[in-house]
């Protein structure tokens, strides 16, 4: 089968069709879209090599299972279920666990995968497939206010209007949070205000303006610092950007304003299908372009580009 390789550059190469192993299924993907984390793993993230992506829609293709035929969206953390992390529901922070196109295990940036059927969710009729892509990052982006409950009372600051960020903000609209969205590229909070989003140029941001959380999806390093000098004393920093680099942050400033720090990782597939499903929350717009397999290469260069968003593959074109 054909797959996205990254061995310190991109190329396509002709790899084996994944051998599913027990309790796992063969998936056919139909549809991926290209992550922040992606982009990050090429620069020398996780020190990854091998087969990149782990956004996905699928088809399972393994006749003797009960899902065989069924179109799924998959979590991205498989766990062996029997550490003590497992056992005291932690599965996403498993001892020995594998991530999709991350750590240890073969992504989707090809024409098949194997994964655990215990991560498999079906995708509802009503949601197709360039819609069904966005389940992953959605679900991270729920997964700020299912690890705060957080009170709508409180007032964010969501710095960055990319892909995370955009759904984070949808998500905080959709809850009736006071909130406002950040970006310091105009065009990006223009795109995100275009949305209907309650978004501003980062420059129009005074020094003195403060909110009870901030959440960092800005996807660079500074972005902690940025986000620290914004919040009230016992605010709540929410960190959602993973990045190559690494950032010095005043440690003193945190034990002195009593701050709350809170990293917020992978989240809840169900309630992002529902929010799908509903269509209260359609990331339709988000979709800057989509990309054949065959011309993946070139998708790369399109997400590069600062003011893309979301770049979708069709496997099946």
Known sequence: MQALFFDNELSIKEIPVPEPAVGEVLVKVLCSAICNTDLEIIKGYMGFRGVLGHEFVGRVVSPAHRLNGKTVVGEINCSCGHCYLCLSGRRT?????????????QGVFADFIALPAENLHLVPD?????IA?????????????EQMHMKPSKNLFIFGAGKLGLLVSMVARLQ????????LVKEKADFAASLGIHARPLS???????????????????????????????GTLVL???????????LNSIVINELTILGSRCGLFNPALNLLGRKLID???????RYSFKDILQAFESAKNPLSHKIIIDHSS
């Open 283 to 289: 990331p339709s717009s988000m979709i800057s372009a």
């Open 240 to 250: 959602k950007t993973t990045v190559a680099a690494t950032e010095k942050i005043d």
């Open 176 to 183: 009736g949070f006071e909130y406002t969205t950040l970006d």
């Open 93 to 105: 922070h498993c001892t020995t666990r594998t991530v999709t196109g991350i750590a240890g295990r």
């Open 204 to 234: 129009d941001l005074k020094a003195d303006e403060k909110a009870e959380v901030c959440i960092d999806c800005t996807g660079s390093p500074e972005g902690i610092n940025l986000a620290l000098s914004h919040l009230w004393p016992r």
């Open 126 to 130: 009503s949601v197709p497939e360039h």
């Open 133 to 145: 892509v966005f389940t992953e990052p959605l679900a991270a982006a729920v997964e700020i206010f």
